[in-house]
């Protein structure tokens, strides 16, 4: 990567800033030199009301990436196409499945994309790339496709489903995330990791070649985690020596506490209006 890479975070469950608001949901801006990316909606359109209090113009987008399809990413999609119509959309085909997630009673709540965001992503046929696999978004910045589950601490992180009756668990081959190189190392950001954050490094670190992992950011799923795999988490960032972990969203507040206790001076919030810069 060369020049300056921002991140902006557009939407998250909290918020940082006066004149902004939260939801449930994640959407970063990226702006890197002339391209801007947006790397999830959020659930609806307060991605638009967030972006224009930061003074972001999205009708300049270049590329949406989608992390999953779960409705909490992908709900801003079809305001932000209309938006920029032209920007290409990036997504792994698993996305558009239709997606539940369960309750301890046995019942279930549709959680995946809405069906306006499905239309939006299958009229758009020429302007979707599909990632199952590494695939570069613009110079220097790349989407991992399909994450390799090789260890056995990790899981999707909930009771996911790919029908009501809670028949078919969903593996949520779906979940990815973008990454970018720098001369301090590789900066990694997460949708939910619903592959686990150690199966996404790892995989990161693959594709790379081992390239130092200098950043982790967004949605860690960690908020069901048990005590190894919560254990098993803390001994591989700090192994990696992440420099800069910003855990937001679905991280959970009982996994934050961990993360900012063991790494202490290296967390930073992840609220909506968090500006990022790399080099």
Request: with cysteine.
């Amino acid at each position: 990567m060369k020049g300056e890479i921002r991140i902006t975070v557009l939407v998250e469950n909290s918020v940082n800033l006066r004149g902004l608001r939260a939801e449930h949901g994640l959407a970063f801006h990226i702006q890197a030199g002339r391209h801007q990316l947006l790397f999830d909606t959020g659930q609806s359109d307060l991605l638009l009301q967030n972006a224009r209090q930061l003074q972001l113009d999205l009708r300049g987008l270049e590329a949406v990436i989608l992390s999953h399809g779960h409705y909490d990413h992908t709900g801003g999609l079809k305001v932000v196409n209309e938006l920029a119509p032209d920007a290409r959309i990036y997504l792994h085909p698993a996305a558009l499945s239709p997606k539940f997630a369960g309750h301890p009673d046995g019942t279930s709540r549709p959680a995946g994309m809405n069906e306006e965001n499905v239309k939006v992503v299958r009229a758009a046929t020429r302007s979707v790339t599909w990632t199952q696999s590494a695939t570069e978004v613009v110079d220097g910045i790349f989407v991992t496709g399909e994450i390799a589950r090789q260890n056995d601490f990790e899981d999707t992180g909930g009771r996911f489903f790919l029908d009501e009756a809670c028949s078919q668990a969903d593996p949520l081959p779906d979940d990815q995330a973008l990454f970018f190189d720098t001369r301090k190392g590789v900066v990694v950001v997460l949708g939910c990791g619903h592959a686990g954050v150690v199966n996404t490094l790892e995989q990161v670190c693959r594709i790379t070649g081992n390239r130092p992992i200098r950043a982790v950011i967004g949605g860690m799923h960690l908020l069901n985690a048990g005590p190894e795999r919560m254990t098993k988490t803390l001994e591989a960032i700090r192994q990696w020596n992440v420099a800069q972990i910003v855990p937001g969203h679905c991280t959970g507040v009982a996994a934050v506490a961990r993360l900012w206790t063991a790494f202490p001076g290296h967390c930073a919030p992840c609220a909506t209006g968090t500006r990022l810069v790399f080099k």
